[in-house]
């Protein structure tokens, strides 16, 4: 369009944290949109040239455009609204809606597979190819005949977002700056529904430098070893193997002190009582327990 808006589009919310008094510190938001910037721009070339692409596109080519936030909210707007179409032939001939969902899987793609939730990568590394056959079939509308050559496409297009995953590892990083420090939450939106959140134990398993894994929500019991009310972090034994010990980063609004609830944290510590704890467990590639992050407490009798 003429005056340069996005038609259509997917989302980056920041929750939480000083993201719901309608503010991010610069520094984190800045990496945030830089990481973004990348991901977005370098796969989405990477699909266009069909092979793995680690440079930034020229901007001539097609570029992330943002829109202002959303009133009363730090949720951005994204899209890809212009496309030159003798450099990127293919996402030229994307619909703006097409190119704005595509963008988002993308994203989500990437987040979880370095967020230590490889399952759910999957799926959604599933949901971008099918997008991607979909857009390919209406465009050359095939035939029976040669849908043998449309599974080699799709086989040869999960290859490559496999590769950029690896090319993007750092990027994600940037992406996932605000969370865990200045946000609790990031939410991919598309179409007015949450495709992907990423929460704090996910953006601390993107920021790991080995390969972790991430649960869902767990229950565990544990002896308390100490507590840091100052970094809000707990240390445990842990219940597997007792001759080590691992950090709780906690996240629940009773360890706070002004908080009028009971604190079980505290309690546990100075009566020696196991706590169990409700969050999600992070693990080591071997199966060790590495982290816990509690949203939820309670000392055991």
């Known amino acids: 369009m003429s005056d340069g808006a996005v038609v259509s ?46 440079k930034t596109p020229p901007e001539a080519a097609f570029y992330l455009a943002v829109e202002a936030p959303k009133a009363g909210s730090v949720e951005l707007l994204m899209g890809v609204p212009h496309v030159a179409a003798a450099m990127a032939p293919f996402i030229a001939d994307l619909t703006e809606a097409a190119r704005a969902k595509l963008a988002g ?13 490889k399952a759910e990568a999957s799926v959604e590394l599933d949901k971008l190819l099918d997008l991607l056959d979909k857009e390919a079939r209406d465009k050359t509308k095939m035939f029976d005949a040669i849908l043998a050559d449309r599974q080699r496409e799709r086989e040869h297009f999960e290859r490559i977002l496999q590769m950029q995953a690896e090319v993007h590892r750092g990027d994600v990083r940037k992406l996932v700056a605000p969370v865990g420090r200045s946000c609790s939450v990031l939410k991919v939106v ?26 869902g929500i767990v229950e565990m019991i544990f002896e308390v070893d100490g507590l840091t ?69 309670e000392v055991v009798a």
């Open 9 to 54: 589009s997917f989302s980056i919310k920041y929750g939480g944290g000083e993201a719901d008094e309608h503010r991010l510190p610069a520094r984190h938001l800045a990496e945030s949109l830089i990481g973004l910037n990348r991901i977005v721009s370098v796969t989405l070339f990477a699909i266009e040239k069909r092979q793995k692409t680690v």
């Open 105 to 117: 899987h993308i994203v989500g793609y990437l987040m979880l597979f370095w967020g230590g939730r």
């Open 190 to 215: 598309s179409d007015g529904a949450s495709l992907i959140e990423i929460d704090a134990p996910t953006a601390d398993a993107i920021r790991e430098k080995e390969d972790v894994t991430v649960s």
């Open 229 to 297: 009310l100052s970094s809000k972090t707990m240390q445990l034994v842990d219940p597997e193997n007792p001759g080590r010990r691992i950090k709780a980063h906690i996240g629940d609004p009773a360890l706070d002190p002004l908080s009028q609830s009971d604190n079980p944290y505290e309690e546990a510590l100075k009566t020696r009582a196991k706590i169990k704890l409700t969050g999600k467990s992070t693990r080591h590639a071997d199966g060790r327990l590495k982290t816990f992050h509690a949203m939820h407490g």
